[in-house]
């Protein structure tokens, strides 16, 4: 069985979870159905993102457990089950058999025990495992091969925890959270715990001495409070930990979790009696339209003018009348598995075909983009979509929150019909609210909405990645790290955890005699600043920092970029389909994801190796990059007219050497590298409101004279001056910021620290700046398809910001540069003109 994957879920955790998630649901005889809802919405999303070659559904069995035995006390007082939830466990535990999943309960352990032996055994018989549950205890069990899928709020986020994440959340390994869990106790299982200590300070205690018996070993060197506390509770800490340590040790028969044949039959008899057909046509798909039910007919005229519904196939999409638009279509819950997947039951080309049927009316969808990435790009033209999601977001950048099944607690247990009439009613509301910003409805239509197909096209494409080139780069990091904390217990004469802050501040402040820097609440800081600090004093000083510097930039150059790299190359044969989100920032910028591409290290040997082996999918193709140049810099002259600005772009003038003679008053001929530098972090500086503390800490002087460096920049630019105080002015009296676009940030909106006085100062100035440039980023993304449509060889591939990356066959390179620049520089008409440098290369580490 080497190399399948095995999905072990919590059976009663999902169930509960999903019971409190979503509202009194129940079937035409009563029973209550939520939990039933909520879990096989969760299981089957799980299921299709992740494709599990076998299952396994634990239930806690009645009755005591070995841990009742040995501790009477062991979950007293626990409330009640509800008995509107009681019901439905049998239900799912029925409706899981039907479906041919392995379903198991077992006397005497919990089904956390459970989960861990399978887990363990399956680890060490070489499958991939996932564990969906959102207990803490099962983390324990945390290793390679081995993650826990913990749900989110409602029932459609999760978050993914493996051995890698846990280290970074936590500050010690997984084998150690009996340990954490032993001081902290569980008041909801009656684990007592050590009283008075919480997360922070057994996490701190966990790092520093490395599990629970190093703590009792080392109690001397506790503070006396905290020191008594452990004195008293000796017995029931490691009582505690006894209580939540999972059994792993049991040999478990894989065979067990192989699937069996499901009974379509069966399964569809006892949800129709549920009431839960949709579930039906989720789990097995196509059981419905297997018994040849007729179609639904046309709905009747809605009175509103005369118009008739299109006849559309339930399930898919639902006809919505509505006055302003003729045929408004909520497209309804469907998998991710890509182009060629099905959608809530109904094949791709049903779901076309029913669209095809939609007359001349727009499409209302819930997420356009979600329905692009599994219809197919062009399966609408913007032209004929409404989305929902796009017009919330530029109404409400900051929110987070932009689909309706998130906004709206509601909206998950209405029935298709009622959430196509609910989601026209909200739209026109937020219709109407975009009539009030002049430019914003144009801005949907003429760019972000445009832009999805592109984005997903852009998904779909990818970028080529060499997995030996990868597999080689992680063997070399990894190495490299061994051998630095080698070093550094050489050094140090002690071996200690390097991500631990105390044991670092340890080693470097008390072993070492290092000067000391800032403190914190826990002790001496660490941060990169006081390494850096350090670094900067030179020899003997700087040794074990210089190595602890390195340490963390490997470590977040393995586990941050070349670990997921590697997996989703894996995940996509060699091709890598990160994804890209249109509506995620507070500024209109595009983010990443998945993996982030957006934000691959730029400088040294690692990041090069790493962007040496990211190439063009096609054989004989080449990368096509183009990057504006001071897009930031360029927008802000247009908005603030300062003569000397426009003058220096106008006449192309390198900018921050400009800069530097006025500042520094020095001819241009005679600025020097070292000015032409200070001058570039002033000028990006005071887009992002730096200080004079700041610009002071960047340049290594003091604040006065940081003072006059700003001043002078001010009294030489006096545009720019006005310009920072009025956008804040102006911003402030509409309460949103924006851009020459139209697009909006509501200052309300914005999550700013109540400590940090300026940061909404900060946000008002800048985001009218950089929205901008992410508009015209947006737009040449726009024109660039138009010109070059997917059905050719010229495909854009990525977006960093400022710049495009395209995949063509190498003889038309020459070509395709020249028309991404005229592109790029064409996207919008300011008052200076837009710059473009490009290159070509065969991977990422040349363009």
């Given at each position: 069985?080497?190399?399948?994957?095995?999905?072990?879920?919590?059976?009663?955790?999902?169930?509960?979870?999903?019971?409190?998630?979503?509202?009194?649901?129940?079937?035409?005889?009563?029973?209550?159905?939520?939990?039933?809802?909520?879990?096989?919405?969760?299981?089957?999303k799980?299921?299709?993102?992740?494709?599990?070659d076998?299952?396994?559904?634990?239930f806690?069995?009645p009755?005591?457990?070995f841990?009742?035995?040995?501790?009477?006390?062991?979950?007293?007082?626990?409330?009640?089950?509800?008995?509107?939830?009681?019901?439905?466990?049998?239900?799912?535990?029925?409706?899981?058999?039907?479906?041919g999943i392995?379903?198991?309960?077992?006397?005497?352990?919990?089904?956390?025990?459970?989960?861990?032996s399978?887990?363990?055994?399956?680890?060490?018989?070489?499958?991939?495992?996932?564990?969906?549950?959102?207990?803490?205890?099962?983390?324990?069990?945390?290793?390679?091969?081995?993650?826990?899928?913990?749900?989110?709020?409602?029932?459609?986020?999760f978050?993914?925890?493996?051995?890698?994440?846990f280290?970074?959340?936590?500050g010690f390994?997984?084998?150690?959270?009996?340990?954490?869990l032993?001081?902290?106790?569980?008041?909801a299982?009656?684990?007592?715990?050590?009283?008075?200590?919480?997360?922070?300070?057994?996490k701190?205690?966990?790092?520093?001495?490395?599990?629970?018996?190093?703590?009792?070993?080392?109690?001397?060197?506790?503070?006396?409070?905290l020191?008594?506390?452990?004195?008293?509770?000796?017995?029931?800490?490691f009582?505690?930990r006894?209580?939540?340590?999972?059994?792993?040790?049991t040999?478990?028969?894989?065979?067990?979790?192989?699937?069996?044949?499901?009974d379509?039959?069966?399964?569809?008899?006892?949800c129709?009696?549920?009431?839960?057909?949709?579930?039906?046509?989720?789990?097995?798909?196509?059981v419905?339209r297997?018994r040849?039910?007729?179609?639904?007919?046309?709905?009747?005229?809605?009175?509103?003018?005369?118009?008739?519904s299109?006849?559309?196939?339930a399930?898919?999409?639902?006809p919505?009348?509505?006055?302003?638009?003729?045929?408004?279509l909520?497209?309804?819950?469907?998998?991710?598995?890509?182009?060629?997947?099905?959608?809530?039951?109904?094949?791709?080309?049903?779901?076309?075909?029913?669209?095809?049927?939609?007359?001349?009316?727009?499409?209302?969808?819930?997420?356009?983009?979600?329905?692009?990435?599994c219809?197919?790009?062009?399966?609408?033209?913007?032209?004929?979509?409404?989305?929902?999601?796009?017009a919330h977001?530029?109404?409400?950048?900051d929110?987070?929150?932009?689909?309706?099944?998130?906004?709206?607690?509601?909206?998950?247990?209405?029935?298709?019909?009622e959430?196509?009439?609910?989601?026209?009613?909200?739209?026109?509301?937020?219709a109407?609210?975009?009539?009030?910003?002049?430019g914003?409805?144009?801005?949907?239509?003429?760019?972000?909405?445009?832009?999805?197909?592109?984005?997903?096209?852009?998904?779909?494409?990818?970028?080529?990645c060499?997995?030996?080139?990868?597999?080689?780069?992680?063997t070399?990091?990894?190495?490299?790290?061994?051998g630095?904390?080698?070093?550094i217990?050489?050094?140090?004469?002690?071996?200690?955890?390097?991500?631990s802050?105390?044991?670092?501040?340890?080693?470097l402040?008390?072993?070492?005699?290092l000067p000391?820097?800032?403190?914190?609440k826990?002790g001496?800081?660490?941060?990169?600043?006081v390494?850096?600090?350090?670094?900067?004093?030179?020899?003997?000083?700087?040794?074990?920092?210089?190595?602890l510097?390195?340490?963390?930039?490997?470590?977040?150059?393995?586990?941050?970029?070349?670990?997921?790299?590697v997996?989703?190359?894996?995940?996509?044969?060699?091709?890598?389909h990160?994804?890209?989100?249109?509506?995620?920032?507070?500024?209109g910028?595009?983010?990443?994801?998945?993996?982030?591409?957006?934000?691959?290290?730029?400088?040294?040997?690692?990041?090069?190796?790493?962007k040496?082996?990211?190439?063009?999918?096609g054989?004989g193709n080449v990368?096509?990059?183009?990057?504006?140049?001071?897009?930031?810099?360029?927008?802000?002259?247009?908005?603030?007219?300062?003569?000397?600005?426009?003058?220096?772009?106008?006449?192309?003038?390198?900018?921050?050497?400009?800069?530097?003679s006025?500042?520094?008053?020095?001819e241009?001929?005679?600025?020097?590298?070292?000015?032409?530098?200070?001058?570039?972090?002033?000028?990006?500086?005071?887009?992002?409101?730096?200080?004079?503390?700041?610009?002071?800490?960047?340049l290594?002087?003091?604040?006065?004279?940081?003072?006059?460096?700003i001043?002078?920049?001010?009294?030489?630019?006096?545009?720019?001056?006005?310009?920072?105080?009025?956008?804040?002015?102006?911003?402030?009296?509409?309460?949103?910021?924006l851009?020459?676009?139209?697009?909006?940030r509501?200052?309300?909106?914005?999550?700013?620290?109540?400590?940090?006085?300026?940061?909404?100062?900060?946000?008002?100035?800048?985001?009218?700046?950089?929205g901008t440039?992410?508009?015209?980023?947006?737009?040449?993304?726009?024109?660039?398809?138009?010109?070059?449509?997917?059905?050719?060889?010229?495909?854009?591939v990525?977006?960093?910001?400022?710049?495009?990356?395209?995949?063509?066959?190498?003889?038309?390179?020459e070509?395709?540069?020249?028309s991404?620049?005229?592109?790029?520089e064409?996207?919008?008409?300011?008052a200076?003109?837009?710059?473009?440098?490009?290159?070509?290369?065969?991977?990422?580490?040349?363009?």
């Amino acid at each position: 069985m080497k190399g399948k994957k095995l999905l072990l879920v919590d059976g009663h955790g999902l169930a509960f979870r999903a019971f409190y998630a979503l509202p009194e649901l129940t079937a035409p005889d009563g029973t209550p159905t939520n939990a039933v809802v909520g879990f096989f919405n969760m299981f089957q999303k799980v299921r299709e993102d992740w494709k599990p070659d076998m299952y396994g559904v634990i239930f806690d069995a009645p009755g005591p457990t070995f841990r009742h035995e040995a501790y009477e006390a062991y979950k007293a007082g626990r409330k009640p089950t509800p008995p509107e939830f009681k019901v439905q466990v049998p239900l799912i535990s029925e409706l899981l058999a039907l479906l041919g999943i392995p379903v198991v309960m077992r006397q005497g352990v919990e089904a956390d025990d459970v989960l861990a032996s399978v887990a363990c055994t399956a680890a060490r018989e070489g499958l991939e495992t996932l564990i969906l549950s959102s207990d803490k205890d099962i983390l324990q069990i945390l290793g390679p091969g081995l993650s826990v899928l913990r749900p989110g709020k409602g029932i459609t986020s999760f978050k993914l925890v493996d051995e890698g994440s846990f280290v970074e959340e936590f500050g010690f390994p997984p084998s150690v959270m009996t340990d954490y869990l032993a001081l902290l106790g569980d008041t909801a299982d009656n684990v007592p715990g050590v009283p008075g200590v919480g997360e922070k300070t057994a996490k701190a205690l966990l790092a520093e001495y490395g599990s629970l018996d190093g703590i009792y070993g080392g109690l001397e060197s506790l503070k006396p409070g905290l020191r008594k506390k452990f004195e008293e509770n000796r017995e029931q800490a490691f009582r505690s930990r006894e209580l939540v340590m999972l059994l792993c040790d049991t040999k478990e028969n894989l065979g067990d979790f192989l699937p069996v044949e499901a009974d379509r039959e069966g399964f569809l008899e006892k949800c129709k009696a549920l009431g839960l057909q949709k579930i039906a046509e989720k789990m097995v798909p196509g059981v419905l339209r297997d018994r040849k039910r007729p179609e639904p007919p046309a709905e009747e005229s809605s009175g509103r003018g005369g118009r008739e519904s299109a006849v559309i196939p339930a399930g898919v999409l639902i006809p919505v009348i509505n006055g302003k638009y003729p045929v408004a279509l909520a497209l309804e819950e469907f998998c991710l598995t890509g182009p060629d997947g099905e959608i809530a039951g109904k094949t791709r080309e049903e779901a076309l075909s029913a669209l095809g049927r939609r007359g001349t009316g727009k499409v209302l969808l819930p997420d356009y983009k979600e329905a692009a990435a599994c219809l197919g790009s062009s399966f609408l033209p913007s032209s004929a979509v409404l989305d929902f999601k796009t017009a919330h977001y530029l109404l409400h950048p900051d929110s987070g929150v932009h689909h309706p099944e998130g906004l709206f607690t509601e909206y998950a247990s209405l029935s298709p019909a009622e959430k196509g009439r609910f989601l026209a009613a909200r739209f026109e509301e937020l219709a109407d609210e975009m009539g009030d910003h002049e430019g914003l409805s144009t801005l949907m239509e003429q760019t972000d909405l445009p832009l999805v197909p592109v984005l997903v096209d852009m998904e779909k494409h990818g970028i080529g990645c060499s997995i030996p080139a990868f597999g080689a780069l992680e063997t070399d990091l990894s190495s490299r790290l061994k051998g630095i904390e080698e070093e550094i217990t050489a050094r140090g004469g002690e071996k200690i955890n390097l991500n631990s802050p105390k044991q670092v501040a340890w080693l470097l402040f008390e072993k070492l005699g290092l000067p000391t820097g800032k403190t914190t609440k826990t002790g001496y800081s660490t941060d990169i600043s006081v390494l850096e600090g350090l670094s900067a004093m030179g020899k003997p000083f700087d040794e074990v920092p210089n190595l602890l510097i390195e340490f963390r930039e490997l470590s977040k150059m393995l586990s941050g970029f070349v670990q997921p790299l590697v997996k989703a190359a894996k995940e996509g044969d060699g091709i890598i389909h990160g994804v890209f989100e249109p509506a995620v920032t507070g500024t209109g910028r595009l983010s990443s994801r998945d993996p982030n591409l957006q934000n691959l290290p730029s400088f040294g040997e690692w990041s090069g190796r790493i962007k040496k082996g990211l190439l063009p999918t096609g054989e004989g193709n080449v990368f096509v990059a183009a990057d504006y140049s001071q897009i930031e810099l360029r927008v802000l002259a247009h908005l603030c007219g300062d003569r000397k600005l426009l003058d220096a772009f106008a006449k192309g003038r390198d900018i921050h050497t400009e800069t530097a003679s006025w500042v520094f008053s020095t001819e241009p001929s005679l600025v020097t590298p070292e000015l032409r530098r200070v001058a570039k972090m002033i000028n990006f500086g005071l887009l992002y409101g730096m200080s004079s503390f700041g610009l002071a800490q960047r340049l290594g002087i003091g604040r006065q004279e940081a003072s006059d460096i700003i001043r002078r920049y001010f009294d030489a630019l006096p545009g720019v001056k006005e310009y920072l105080e009025k956008s804040y002015d102006d911003a402030k009296k509409r309460g949103y910021t924006l851009t020459l676009a139209g697009r909006i940030r509501p200052l309300g909106e914005v999550s700013v620290s109540p400590r940090d006085r300026d940061a909404l100062r900060r946000v008002a100035v800048n985001t009218p700046i950089q929205g901008t440039a992410a508009d015209i980023a947006r737009k040449a993304m726009v024109d660039f398809a138009a010109v070059f449509p997917t059905s050719g060889t010229v495909r854009l591939v990525l977006q960093v910001h400022d710049s495009l990356v395209c995949e063509c066959p190498a003889g038309d390179a020459e070509e395709v540069k020249r028309s991404l620049e005229e592109i790029m520089e064409r996207a919008a008409d300011l008052a200076v003109p837009l710059k473009v440098e490009s290159k070509t290369g065969l991977s990422l580490a040349e363009v």
